[in-house]
């Protein structure tokens, strides 16, 4: 067998006691644990579908004029607005995976869909031409991010980079950068501030974690990440997905809460605006 944060099928709703605890101590040493493998589920096809329904759609518009979006496209919302988005989102076999992570009571917080066209450069900051990042408010909320490979993610067509272990480091990388202690553009210089500031883990490397479609994994809030540049000349898909625990309080950097869904066990703690799912799209 591959070891756990390599490709290969694994599920915590197929394996043993022994490999479930495997992949949770692999995962909260590390930051980030997977590929599994979900398949080509009705849930995925269906959602490709749309996507690429949409991009269609938006690619035959007039520039001049501008028609409604489909919820599927919602940035960051999408897991209150679209069906489509909620039923990838939350299969059985994703959710077993969080649950091993979080506990058997589960709040969906965020679902937002990726497109990345030809020569796009992965997730970059128009502001401030920045590729690499941590998710902060996951960060402090000790939450899951689920990746979904809609279509496949690799290092041609673009596919997520992490670097191991760095989630435990409580970095503020935006202020580093201003201090000019790394560039945020450039992934050695993330290697360098990382083996500056934990010479004990150093030297720190990069993994990249390609995906097959149908393909998930899953990293811990504060993990330094980035995305690798699309050089296919297919547009790349993807679905990404958050979860917590109800017990902390999930708010926006404005301090106004952010809609939830309940999708395991139940929330006795009420300190979270909780919404229903979707029921269309």
């Not at 995925?44 to 409604?68: C, F, G, H, W, Y």
């Not at 589960?106 to 970059?124: K, N």
């Not at 202020?175 to 945020?184: I, N, R, S």
């Not at 625990?245 to 939830?260: L, M, S």
Request: charge should be negative.
């Amino acid at each position: 067998m591959q070891s756990i944060g390599s490709s290969q099928t694994y599920s915590s709703s197929q394996t043993n006691l022994n490999q479930t605890e495997q992949k949770v101590s692999f995962f909260e040493k590390e930051g980030f644990v997977g590929p599994f493998t979900l398949g080509q589920t009705a849930s995925l096809v269906a959602l490709r579908d749309a996507m690429s329904k949409e991009i269609e759609n938006s690619q035959a518009q007039d520039t001049s004029t501008e028609s409604p979006q489909s919820p599927v496209m919602d940035r960051r919302i999408a897991h209150i607005t679209s069906k489509l988005v909620y039923d990838l989102s939350t299969e059985p076999q994703i959710l077993d995976d969080v649950a091993d992570f979080l506990g058997s009571n589960l709040l969906f917080w965020m679902a937002e869909t990726i497109v990345r066209e030809p020569g796009h450069d992965g997730h970059i900051v128009k502001k401030t031409g920045q590729i690499w990042h941590i998710d902060v408010i996951n960060g402090w909320i000790k939450g899951v991010h689920t990746s979904i490979a809609v279509t496949d993610m690799t290092m041609k067509t673009g596919c997520l980079l992490v670097i191991p272990g760095t989630h435990k480091y409580d970095a503020d990388l935006p202020a580093l950068e201003e201090a000019g202690e790394c560039d945020l553009t450039d992934a050695s210089s993330l290697l360098r501030l990382a083996d500056r500031m934990h010479p004990e883990n150093a030297p720190h490397q990069i993994k990249a974690i390609e995906m097959k479609a149908g393909q998930y994994c899953f990293t811990r809030g504060g993990i330094w990440h980035g995305v690798s540049r699309n050089n296919d000349t297919r547009t790349r898909f993807g679905l990404v997905a958050r979860f917590a625990r109800p017990d902390v309080e999930i708010k926006n950097f404005a301090g106004n809460p952010i809609p939830c869904i309940v999708v395991r066990g139940e929330d006795s703690h009420q300190l979270n605006l909780l919404k229903t799912p979707p029921e269309k799209d």
